[in-house]
C-alpha cells in the first residue's frame, strides 16, 4: 500500500459525459502527479501541481483538467468525453515534487466509456 | 524530444538472472527510475540510480547506467515466479517522468 488513495476504483460512463476522478495523496506529501494508461499511448504524464499550483504539464487535453485543493487532495475533471479516453488514471505523490523525490503511486481509477 | 524504448517481451527461467534494458534521449534528467506493475495493480518503485552513477545495487536488484550510449539496464538475479509483472524504465527531465512502453517479464518453471 502507497498511502495514495484514488476514488472511485472503476468508472463506466458514455461519451459526451463528464467525470471527476479523485486522488488523496500520501501524509506529508505537498505534489501530485496524473498519469493516464491506456494500450494506444502506454503510460503518459498528464500534469503536475505542487501545494495547490500548477507545476508542470504534460500530454492533457483541453477537454481535461485538474486542480489541487487546500487540503492537498487532487480532482482530474474529464469532460466532452470519447471513446479513446478510455484508460487507467493513476495518481502519484512525492514530497516536494522534485525529481530527487521518489513518486509513489495509487492504485488506479479505470474508465471505461461506452 | 524525449523518448524511452525498451523490448516488449522477456521470458525467462526461474532461477535465471533477468536483464531487462532501455534507452533513452533525454540526458538532462537527474535520476532514471525502474518500476514494476504487477497485473491489475499500480506502479510500484523498484529502484533509481543518481544519473552521475555507472551502477547501482539493490538485493537482487542491479541497475546499470551508460550515460554516453543513453542505455539503462536492470538486472534480476535467481528470478522467481512472483517477479512476473511489466517493468517501466523512466527518465525524469525536469519533474515529470517519461515512461517506456514496458518490458513484460514472463518466468517459466
Known amino acids: 500500500d502507497s498511502g495514495v488513495t484514488q476514488t472511485p476504483k472503476h468508472l463506466i460512463t458514455a461519451t459526451g459525459q463528464r467525470v471527476t476522478l479523485r486522488c488523496s495523496p500520501r501524509?506529508?506529501?505537498?505534489?501530485v502527479y496524473w498519469y493516464q494508461q491506456s494500450l494506444d499511448q502506454g503510460l503518459q504524464f498528464l500534469i503536475q501541481?505542487?501545494?495547490?499550483?500548477?507545476?508542470a504539464k504534460g500530454n492533457i487535453l483541453e477537454r481535461f483538467s485538474a486542480q489541487q485543493f487546500p487540503d492537498l487532495h487532487s480532482e482530474l475533471n474529464l469532460s466532452s468525453l470519447e471513446l479513446g479516453d478510455s484508460a487507467l488514471y493513476f495518481c502519484a505523490s512525492s514530497v516536494d515534487g522534485t525529481p530527487g523525490h521518489q513518486q509513489y503511486f495509487g492504485p488506479g481509477t479505470r474508465l471505461t466509456v461506452t | 524530444g524525449e523518448d524511452v524504448e525498451q523490448s516488449l517481451f522477456l521470458s525467462v527461467r526461474e532461477g535465471d538472472s533477468s536483464v531487462i534494458n532501455c534507452t533513452y534521449t533525454d540526458s538532462s534528467s537527474t535520476y532514471l527510475y525502474w518500476y514494476k506493475q504487477e497485473p491489475g495493480a499500480g506502479l510500484q518503485l523498484l529502484t533509481y540510480i543518481f544519473s552521475n552513477m555507472d551502477m547501482k545495487q539493490d538485493q537482487r536488484l542491479t541497475v546499470l547506467l551508460n550515460k554516453k550510449d543513453k542505455h539503462l539496464s536492470l538486472r534480476i538475479a535467481d528470478t522467481q515466479t512472483g517477479d512476473s509483472a511489466i517493468y517501466f524504465c523512466?527518465?525524469?527531465?525536469?519533474?515529470?517522468?517519461?515512461f517506456g512502453a514496458g518490458t513484460r517479464l514472463a518466468v517459466h518453471p
Open positions: 523512466a527518465d525524469s527531465p525536469l519533474n515529470k517522468l517519461i
Open positions: 501541481y505542487y501545494n495547490g499550483e500548477e507545476r
Open positions: 501524509s506529508g506529501d505537498l505534489s
